[in-house]
C-alpha cells in the first residue's frame, strides 16, 4: 500500500513532438483510452461510487443516525436492510452510501492540497535551482526520514481529532513526494532548446512557467497526483480506524470498520463489508492510474 | 570511506528530524499543556507543569536540553505513568520487532518470488497473475485485510488465536508463533506489492540486455538465468528494502491495533489517547530514528552489492 510514496520511478516528461505525419499527443492519449476496457471499466465504476455517495440523501433508505435497538446486527439479507444493521441497529446500506461522502472527502483532497502545494514549491525548485531548489529540496528530504503513516499519525495526534485535522495531515505527507516528481520533471524541461527560445524572445518568467512550463509538465504531475489517491484513501480510513479522524456518529468507512470490529464474532460479513468498500474503491484508483500512465507514456509502441 | 561519508551524511537528518518532532509538538496550534490539563485546572497547577516539565524555558533552550537528553538516552518522563519513558519504549519496540522480522521474510520472499514469476512468463498468465496480485497488494487497506484473517482463521474456522501476543517466553516458541502468524502475513503485505513490481521490472530490465542472448547462445540452461538476473537485480531490491521496513514500521500501528499486539504501535496510539506528549515525542523521534539508520544500511549494502555506486 506504500507503494507511491516509497519507489518512484521518475517519469520522462513527454514533449509533444511537432511532426507533420505523427497526430497530436493528446489525441493519441484519449485513443489509447478508448481501447483500453480495463481502464474504462474501473473508471465507470469510480463514477459509480461518485455519484453513490453524492445522491446519498436520495438512494438512502434510512436516516445514518438513526437505528433501532431492536434491530441491533441484522444479517445481510434481512427484508428492509438488505446490507444488515450495525451494532446499534443502524442501516449499513444507509451508512455505506453516506460513508462514502466523507471516505471520498478525505482521501481526495489531501491530494488535491499536496498537488498544490507541492506542485508548486517543485517548480519554482526545479525552474529557478540555485539557494532556493537547495532549500526547498533538503527540507523535502528530511520529511523523507519519516514512515509517511508514522507522520500523519503524530500529525493528527497533535492537532487533535477530525475530518480537517486528518485531511492536513494527509497532505502534509503527500507534499514531498510532490515537490520531488515536480522538481525533477521541471529541470527537465527546464534544459529544453524551445526554453532558450522562449527566453530569448524576451518572455518573463512567469511567462515562460504559464506557457511552457507548465503545460509540459501537467500531465507527468497529474497522473502521479491519481496514483496517490489510493494510498490517501487507505490512509484516511485508517486514521479513522485509529479514531484520529471523522468523529462518531458521522459515517465514514474507516471509523464503521473499528465499530464493527467488536461485531466481528456475531455477523462477520457485515463487519467486514465497510473495508471491502475501501479496498474496491482504492484498487479502482490504483487502476485507472495505471492505465493513464500507460496511455500518457510515448515510450511504447502502439 | 564510503560507509563513513554515508554516516556523517545521516547526523544531519537526524538533527532535521528531531527538529521537526519537536516542532511538530511546540509549533502547532495547542500548547503541550492544554492537551495535559483539563481547561479548568487551577492556575498553580499550571504553574508547577510547566516548571516540572521545562515549559517555562525559551523554544531553542527547551529543544537543546531535550536533545542532550535524548542523546544520553534519557527520553523523559511519561506524565501519565510518571514512569521515565525509555524502558517502556524499548520493551514495546522489543515486542514490534520479531512480528517486524517475520513480516518482512514473509512479504520479501513472496514479493521476490512473485515478481520473478512474472518476469519469465511474459505477457503469459503467470505475468498478469502477478501483477494483478501486486496490485490487490498496493490496494488493500491491511488494516481490513487483517479482520478478513481474522474472520476467516479465527471466527470460522477457530484455528488461530485472534489478538493479543500469548504468555511470556521466548518469541519463536511455537505457542508464540501461533499468535504471530495472522499479524506477520497482514503486515507483509506492506512489502510484498512494491517489492514484486520492482523484482519484476528488474529482471525483465535485466533479461533484455545482450549478456543474457550470449549466454543462451553459449548453451546456458535457462534455469542457470535466474542466478544473473538475482545478482544484478538484488542492489535495487536492498535499497527498497529498507524504506519497506520503515513503512512496515509505520503501518504496524494499524495492524497493532486490529491485533491488540503490545507494540511499540500500539504504545503511540496510547500516548495520542492520553495526551502524554513528551512519549509521543520520544516514541517518533526512536522510530523515525530507527528508519533513517534503515535507510542508511540499506544504502551501505545496496553499495556493497554494487561497487558502481561506491564511486559517487
Excluded at chain 2, 178 to 187: C, D, G, N
Aim: overall charge positive.
Amino acid at each position: 500500500m506504500s507503494d507511491s510514496l516509497s519507489y518512484e520511478v521518475v517519469p520522462k516528461v513527454a514533449v509533444p513532438q511537432a511532426a507533420a505525419d505523427t497526430p497530436p499527443y493528446w489525441q493519441t492519449v484519449f485513443r489509447r483510452l478508448r481501447n483500453d476496457w480495463l481502464t474504462l471499466a474501473v473508471g465507470a465504476i469510480l463514477v459509480g461510487i461518485v455519484s453513490a455517495a453524492i445522491f446519498a440523501p436520495v438512494l438512502a433508505p434510512y436516516s445514518p443516525y438513526s437505528g433501532s435497538i431492536l434491530h441491533r446486527l441484522a444479517p445481510i439479507g434481512t427484508p428492509g436492510h438488505w446490507l444488515g444493521t450495525d451494532e446499534t441497529g443502524r442501516d449499513i446500506w444507509t451508512r455505506l452510501l453516506y460513508g462514502g461522502r466523507l471516505s471520498l472527502l478525505a482521501g481526495i483532497s489531501p491530494v488535491i492540497i499536496a498537488l498544490a502545494i507541492g506542485g508548486s514549491l517543485g517548480v519554482i525548485a526545479g525552474y529557478s535551482g540555485g539557494l532556493a531548489n537547495s532549500v526547498i529540496m533538503r527540507a523535502t528530504d528530511t520529511l523523507y526520514a519519516f514512515p509517511s503513516v508514522l507522520l500523519a499519525v503524530a500529525i493528527c495526534g497533535i492537532l487533535g481529532n477530525g475530518l480537517l485535522n486528518s485531511i492536513l495531515a494527509l497532505a502534509a505527507i503527500f507534499v514531498p513526494p510532490m515537490v520531488r516528481i515536480s522538481e525533477s520533471v521541471t529541470s527537465q524541461v527546464r534544459v529544453l532548446p524551445f526554453m532558450e527560445a522562449a527566453k530569448a524572445s524576451g518572455a518573463s518568467d512567469l511567462q515562460i512557467i504559464r506557457h511552457h512550463v507548465i503545460s509540459n509538465i501537467v500531465g507527468t504531475i497529474l497522473v502521479y497526483a491519481t496514483s496517490l489517491f489510493s494510498l490517501s484513501i487507505i490512509l484516511a480510513s485508517g486514521l479513522s480506524f485509529l479514531g484520529l479522524g471523522v468523529n462518531p456518529p458521522d459515517a465514514e468507512w474507516g471509523l464503521m470498520l473499528n465499530s464493527l470490529r467488536q461485531a466481528i464474532y456475531v455477523q462477520p460479513l457485515v463487519a467486514a463489508l465497510p473495508g471491502l468498500l475501501i479496498f474496491i474503491t482504492s484498487m479502482c484508483f490504483n487502476l485507472m492510474s495505471d492505465g493513464l500512465r500507460s496511455a500518457m507514456d510515448t515510450r511504447l509502441s502502439e | 570511506m564510503f560507509i563513513l561519508r554515508r554516516v556523517i551524511q545521516a547526523v544531519p537528518i537526524l538533527l532535521g528530524v528531531s527538529l521537526i518532532v519537536f516542532g511538530l509538538v511546540h509549533m502547532l496550534p495547542g500548547n503541550p499543556i492544554e492537551m495535559m490539563l483539563p481547561a479548568e485546572a487551577p492556575a498553580e497547577v499550571i504553574a508547577r507543569v510547566k516548571a516540572d516539565f521545562g515549559f517555562d524555558d525559551p523554544l531553542p533552550t527547551q529543544y537543546l536540553k531535550w536533545l542532550v537528553q535524548a542523546l544520553h538516552g534519557n527520553l523523559g518522563t511519561s506524565v501519565y505513568t510518571a514512569q521515565p519513558i525509555a524502558p517502556d519504549l524499548f520493551n514495546a519496540l522489543g515486542n514490534t520487532l520479531p512480528l517486524a522480522v517475520l513480516a518482512t521474510i514473509i512479504g520479501c520472499g513472496a514479493g521476490i518470488a512473485l515478481g520473478l514469476m512474472a518476469a519469465f512468463g511474459r505477457k503469459r498468465w503467470p505475468d498478469k497473475l502477478c501483477l494483478t496480485a501486486a496490485t490487490a497488494g498496493v490496494s488493500v487497506p491491511h488494516y481490513w485485510f487483517g479482520m478478513v484473517l481474522v474472520i476467516v482463521f479465527s471466527v470460522l474456522l477457530n484455528w488461530l488465536p485472534a489478538q493479543g501476543k500469548g504468555a511470556e517466553g521466548a518469541f519463536w516458541s511455537l505457542d508464540q508463533l501461533r499468535y504471530m502468524i495472522l499479524p506477520a502475513i497482514t503486515l507483509s503485505l506492506i512489502p510484498m506489492g512494491t517489492i514484486a513490481r520492482v523484482v519484476r521490472a528488474t529482471a525483465l530490465d535485466v533479461l533484455s540486455r545482450e549478456f543474457v542472448d550470449a549466454l543462451l547462445a553459449k548453451g546456458l540452461r535457462r534455469g542457470r538465468i535466474v542466478l544473473h538476473v538475482v545478482k544484478n537485480a538484488a542492489p535495487p531490491v536492498a535499497a527498497l528494502l529498507g524504506l519497506q521496513i520503515g513503512y512496515l514500521l509505520g503501518g504496524s500501528i494499524l495492524v497493532e491495533t486490529v491485533f491488540n499486539w503490545p507494540g511499540s504501535g500500539s504504545f503511540l496510539s496510547q500516548a495520542i489517547f492520553r495526551h502524554d506528549i513528551p512519549v509521543l515525542q520520544a516514541t517518533i523521534l526512536i522510530l523515525a530514528a530507527i528508519f533513517v539508520a534503515l535507510n542508511l544500511g540499506a544504502d551501505i549494502v545496496q553499495a556493497l552489492l554494487d561497487p558502481r555506486l561506491r564511486r559517487r
